[in-house]
T-cell receptor, first 110, second 112 residues
């Protein structure tokens, strides 16, 4: 059974820092991996989708990498801002379903 | 933003009453999903649909049923609500089952 883990569970950093969020999964036979952002009391916003054949994907200050063989993905956020404060979720596409990690709660303080 | 709406957005109901949540999409996507989100458990799949009248169970389907009579609507029914079904419910869509999923705004359900 596929299990997805995110470390750390919470992270607090000063504005301007570059940071890395980690996601690991137990079964490397995944189709894709997707990163989401969730603001308190809100829905999920898709940030990046990495196809299983890709090693990384970039959008603005965000860069996500995927290493299927080791069962890991990282989300790199450059020059963090207070507006980046949110919970970040990763999810693996297992055939036609998503399996989620429990998220990393990020706080960026001025 | 993907055209996904959920109704109602908030609902308080009593134990034992039936409840139906609605997800509506304007994207004409084939796949639709219902998740619940609970502290300590993250998001878990309840049911999903891969076409009109085609549905399948997810990880936490007990106590829930679904129906999809039109491409744009996916209904989640709690036949007899229990306090353990107090949660935030999210609908999601995508065109291909392994493609990028887009989420609705959520429905906060409280069962007293």
């Amino acid at each position: 059974k596929q299990e997805v883990t995110q470390i750390p569970a919470a992270l607090s950093v000063p504005e301007g820092e570059n940071l890395v969020l980690n996601c690991s999964f137990t079964d490397s036979a995944i189709y894709n991996l997707q990163w989401f952002r969730q603001d308190p009391g809100k829905g999920l916003t898709s940030l990046l989708l990495i196809q299983s054949s890709q090693r990384e994907q970039t959008s603005g200050r965000l860069n996500a990498s995927l290493d299927k063989s080791s069962g890991r993905s990282t989300l790199y956020i450059a020059a963090s801002q207070p507006g980046d404060s949110a919970t970040y979720l990763c999810a693996v596409h297992d055939t036609d379903k998503l399996i989620f990690g429990t998220g990393t709660r990020l706080q960026v303080f001025p | 933003d993907a055209g996904i709406t959920q109704s109602p957005r908030h609902k308080v109901t009593e134990t034992g009453t039936p409840v139906t949540l609605r997800c509506h999409q304007t994207e004409n996507h084939r796949y639709m999903y219902w998740y619940r989100q609970d502290p300590g458990h993250g998001l878990r799949l309840i049911h999903y649909s891969y076409g009109v009248k085609d549905t399948d169970k997810g990880e936490v389907s007990d106590g829930y049923s679904v129906s999809r009579s039109k491409t744009e609507d996916f209904l989640l029914t709690l036949e007899s609500a229990t306090s353990s079904q107090t949660s935030v419910y999210f609908c999601a869509i995508n065109e291909d089952g392994a493609d990028e999923q887009y989420f609705g705004p959520g429905t906060r359900l409280t069962v007293t």
